[in-house]
C-alpha cells in the first residue's frame, strides 16, 4: 500500500499547486468578488440540483457580478439587468462564444450546430440561412400549415430523446469542471450523449432520404422550407433546437389553475375578441393584451433556459472588475427575471405588471430576457412567440382547466428539474371540460 500512495499523491499535490497559484494570480486580477473557494472543488459544494437557485442565492450575499471555481474552471456569474446589459449588449464581441459541455461534443455534434459554434464565419452562416429560410416573418407565413401536421408529427417522434438529452447535458460532469481528465469520461455522459445524438441523426437522415427521394421521383413540387432550401445549396448542416413550447404552455397552465381570477379573465378576453370563431389566427395576438400579458409573466417566472454559458474570447473589465480570457461566464437569467429593483414583488404571478407598457422579451429589456439578448438572442423566437400564443390562447378559448382530484387536495408541483431547459419534475395533470 505504501508502495502505491506516492503514485496517489504526487498527482493531487500537483493539482493542488496548479490550483493554488492560479487562485493567487485571479486574486491579484481583480476579479469580481465571490465564495472563498476550497482546495480542489473549489465551489462545487454550494451549488444544489438547481443551480440558478444556488447562484441566486450566492449572488444575493456576494453580489450581481460575481465570480466562482467550479472545480478547475474560473466562472463568473452575472444575476442583475445591469450585469446582463454590460456582457451580452456592451462587451458582446468580447463574450460571445459558447461554453459547451463535453457531453455537447459528441458524434461531432458541435461542429454543425448554430447552438454551439463560436461567433466566426459559419456561426453566421448558419444564423443567417435560419432567419430567412426558417424564422423570417414570410417564411413562417408560408409554413404555417405545415407546423401543425409535419412539425407536430416530427417533434411527437423525438421528444423522448430530446428531454433526456436536455437533462444529460446539463447535468453535473466531472469532464465540466477537471477538464484535464475530461478525456476519460469518468461518468460516461459523453458515451450516453454520443448514442442520443445518433438516435436524433438518424431520424433527421431518414426526413432527409425521403425527401431526396421523393424530388428525385419527382412525385411532388418543392416544398421550399428550409430542407429543400439545404438540399438545393447541397449543404450537410441541419437546424436542431430543444422543445421549450411546451414547457412555458405547461408551466403557463400551472400558474393559471392556482389562479382562477387570472384565467378568468384571459378566458374572458378571449370571448370577448374571438366569440364564435373556434381557432385563434396570427392576426388575433395583437388584440389579445391580457393573453400577451400571461405570456410574458410566465416567461419572467420559467424561463425556458435559465443559465445559459458564455465564454471570454478577451480579457474585458466590467464594472471595475477584470474577466480573463478564457473565463467561464453564466448569465442567470432566472435571477435577471426576478430581480427585486425591477419588479414589484417579484415571486408572485401577476400579468397585471406588464399591461399599458412596452416591456417585451425581444432582447431590449435587460430585466426580462427570457430567449437571451444580443447576438445570440434565441434564433427561434419568432417561431417560440407566435405558438406559444396560438397554443395557450387555444386551449384556454376551447377547454374550461381543472386539476384531477387528487392534485387539488395537494396544491399543483412546480418543483422544477435541471437542463438545457427547465422542466416540472411532476407533469402537470389537469381536466380540460370542452366550452360550448
Same mark, same amino acid.
Given at each position: 500500500m505504501a508502495f502505491f500512495l506516492p503514485f496517489v499523491l504526487v498527482p493531487l499535490l500537483i493539482v493542488f499547486s496548479s490550483y493554488a497559484l492560479q487562485f493567487f494570480h485571479d486574486s491579484r486580477s481583480r476579479l469580481p468578488p465571490g465564495p472563498w473557494p476550497l482546495p480542489l472543488i473549489g465551489n462545487l459544494h454550494q451549488l444544489d440540483h438547481l443551480p440558478h437557485?444556488?447562484?441566486?442565492? %450566492?449572488?444575493?450575499?456576494? /453580489?450581481?457580478?460575481?465570480?466562482?471555481?467550479? /472545480?478547475?474552471v474560473l466562472t463568473v456569474v452575472a444575476s442583475s439587468p445591469d450585469t446582463a446589459r454590460e456582457i451580452l449588449q456592451r462587451h458582446n464581441a468580447a463574450i460571445g462564444a459558447r461554453s459547451i459541455g463535453d457531453s455537447m461534443r459528441a458524434c461531432g455534434y458541435c461542429e454543425s450546430s448554430v447552438l454551439c459554434l463560436p461567433p466566426r464565419r459559419k456561426w453566421r452562416a448558419l444564423r443567417r440561412l435560419g432567419a430567412a429560410e426558417l424564422f423570417s +416573418?414570410? $417564411? %413562417? *407565413?408560408?409554413?404555417? +400549415? @405545415?407546423?401543425?401536421? *409535419?412539425?407536430?408529427?416530427? !417533434? $411527437?417522434? =423525438?421528444?423522448? =430523446?430530446v428531454d433526456e438529452a436536455s437533462v444529460l447535458a446539463a /447535468?453535473?460532469?466531472?469532464?465540466?469542471f477537471f477538464p484535464a481528465v475530461a478525456a476519460a469520461d469518468l461518468q460516461g455522459v459523453r458515451w450516453r450523449m454520443a448514442t442520443l445524438v445518433r438516435r436524433m441523426y438518424a431520424i433527421i437522415d431518414e426526413q432527409i432520404e425521403r425527401r431526396k427521394h421523393s424530388r428525385a421521383a419527382g412525385e411532388a413540387c418543392q416544398q421550399n422550407d428550409l430542407l429543400d432550401v439545404m438540399l438545393n445549396k447541397e449543404g450537410e448542416d441541419l437546424f436542431t433546437g430543444g422543445e421549450t413550447i411546451s414547457h412555458t404552455i405547461e408551466c403557463a397552465l400551472a400558474e393559471l389553475l392556482q389562479a382562477p381570477n387570472i384565467m378568468r379573465k384571459v378566458q374572458e378576453e378571449l370571448k370577448s375578441v374571438m366569440g364564435t370563431k373556434q381557432q385563434i389566427d396570427e392576426t388575433d395576438i395583437s388584440k389579445l393584451p391580457y393573453l400577451q400579458a400571461v405570456v410574458k409573466e410566465t416567461l419572467r417566472l420559467h424561463p425556458p433556459v435559465p443559465l445559459p454559458p458564455y465564454e471570454a474570447e478577451a480579457t474585458v473589465e466590467i464594472q471595475g472588475y477584470t474577466i480573463p480570457k478564457g473565463t467561464k461566464v453564466l448569465i442567470n437569467i432566472w435571477a435577471i427575471d426576478r430581480c427585486a429593483e425591477a419588479w414589484i414583488e417579484p415571486n408572485k404571478f401577476m400579468p397585471e405588471r406588464f399591461?399599458?407598457?412596452?416591456?417585451? #422579451? &425581444?432582447?431590449?429589456? #435587460?430585466?426580462?430576457?427570457? #430567449?437571451?439578448?444580443? $447576438?445570440?438572442?434565441?434564433? /427561434?423566437? +419568432?417561431? *417560440?412567440? $407566435?405558438? !406559444?400564443?396560438? &397554443? @395557450?390562447?387555444?386551449?384556454?378559448?376551447? #377547454?374550461?382547466?381543472? @386539476?384531477?382530484?387528487?392534485?387539488e387536495k395537494n396544491e399543483v408541483d412546480m418543483r422544477e428539474r435541471f437542463g438545457l431547459a427547465l422542466s416540472l419534475v411532476v407533469p402537470l395533470r389537469e381536466v380540460p371540460e370542452e366550452i360550448h
Open positions: 437557485r444556488s447562484l441566486a442565492r %450566492l449572488a444575493a450575499r456576494h /453580489g450581481p457580478l460575481m465570480s466562482l471555481c467550479l /472545480g478547475a +416573418p414570410q $417564411r %413562417l *407565413a408560408v409554413t404555417r +400549415p @405545415l407546423r401543425q401536421d *409535419a412539425v407536430a408529427g416530427l !417533434v $411527437r417522434h =423525438v421528444s423522448d =430523446v /447535468g453535473p460532469n466531472v469532464s465540466e399591461l399599458g407598457t412596452e416591456v417585451n #422579451f &425581444m432582447g431590449r429589456d #435587460f430585466h426580462l430576457i427570457p #430567449f437571451g439578448a444580443g $447576438r445570440r438572442i434565441c434564433l /427561434g423566437l +419568432p417561431l *417560440a412567440y $407566435r405558438m !406559444v400564443h396560438l &397554443m @395557450l390562447g387555444s386551449l384556454l378559448h376551447r #377547454f374550461r382547466w381543472t @386539476l384531477l382530484a387528487d392534485d
